[in-house]
């Protein structure tokens, strides 16, 4: 016969993996309704596009690997997988010298502890738009530059269903920087081809992080304080670089091409050090 000890040990295991499967179904409801969100917002920007190189909205999804490390919930660094959904809409401006961008997407890591007996889900939105002057024909005909400012919300969760006190932890922050793409216009055959890399660099902004092991019931309890944080280059980086091709074919566009994000801060004692790395694949709206 079974002791107490063991029927209360039984029942503590079962309590854990039923929190971490409704856990993880809360997850991959967030992440259905984002996606959702953004494929209506992919028709609306694409049904508002015009024909022609002025203005071209391009849907992308991206897969590949995913670290992320958040010393709030756990000091062990946690990899897997990476899957994202992002929309790029941009608009050519005064015969070509400008150039405008905004991007809206979501992103989620499924990642596992080094055991593999722990995962945590991260979930996040992210909304940019940028501003660049062009120059055509730098150096070469066919090379061209731009370079400009950039403003970027991004905003999301981390989720460990193992921890009891903090399952969750926030993300949130409002960053101001720079945006720069180099392009080459070349030809596969006879279809037109662009080579791009772009870079977009956060210099300073406002970031949301608690103090080291303060609860969010705390903070709902009233304990405010140190909650927002001035973030530069001292305490926070945040870059993104992308290099892909687009090919023509008519007057659609499909996109291959690769995407690398960093995200790292630090502060009250708190250490943040995602990275991701993604195959892209797109195709114009």
């Not at 015969?95 to 995962?119: C, I, K, M, T």
């Not at 269903?161 to 945006?179: F, Q």
Request: proline content about 3%.
């Amino acid at each position: 016969m079974a002791t107490l000890q063991e029927i209360s040990t039984r029942g503590s295991e079962n309590s854990e993996v039923s929190e971490f499967s409704e856990g993880s179904q809360r997850s991959r409801a967030s992440l259905t309704r984002l996606l959702v969100l953004l494929l209506a917002l992919a028709t609306i920007v694409g049904a508002a596009a015009q024909d022609g190189d002025t203005r071209r909205s391009v849907l992308t999804v991206e897969a590949g690997y995913g670290s992320v490390h958040d010393s709030y919930l756990t000091p062990i660094t946690y990899d897997g997988l990476d899957l994202g959904l992002s929309l790029e809409h941009t608009h050519w401006v005064k015969s070509g010298r400008w150039l405008w961008q905004l991007g809206v997407g979501a992103d989620y890591n499924y990642v596992e502890n080094p055991a593999q007996n722990n995962d945590l889900h991260k979930l996040m939105g992210d909304l940019s738009f940028n501003m660049q002057r062009c120059w055509r024909g730098v150096i070469t005909p066919r090379l061209n530059f731009s370079v400009g400012p950039m403003a970027q919300v991004r905003a999301g969760i981390v989720y460990d269903a193992v921890n009891s006190n903090n399952p969750v932890t926030v993300r949130a922050h409002v960053n101001a920087g720079a945006a720069g793409m180099a392009w080459w216009e070349t030809r596969l055959g006879r279809k037109p081809v662009t080579l791009r890399y772009q870079l977009q660099l956060p210099v300073a902004g406002v970031f949301f992080a608690p103090e080291y092991d303060e609860s969010y019931y705390e903070i709902y309890l009233g304990n405010r304080r140190n909650l927002a944080h001035l973030g530069w280059w001292g305490n926070r980086l945040d870059m993104s670089h992308y290099l892909g091709a687009d090919l023509r074919l008519g007057k659609t566009i499909l996109r291959l091409g690769y995407r690398t994000r960093l995200e790292h801060w630090t502060v009250n004692h708190l250490h943040v050090h995602d990275v991701t790395h993604a195959v892209v694949l797109g195709i114009s709206l």
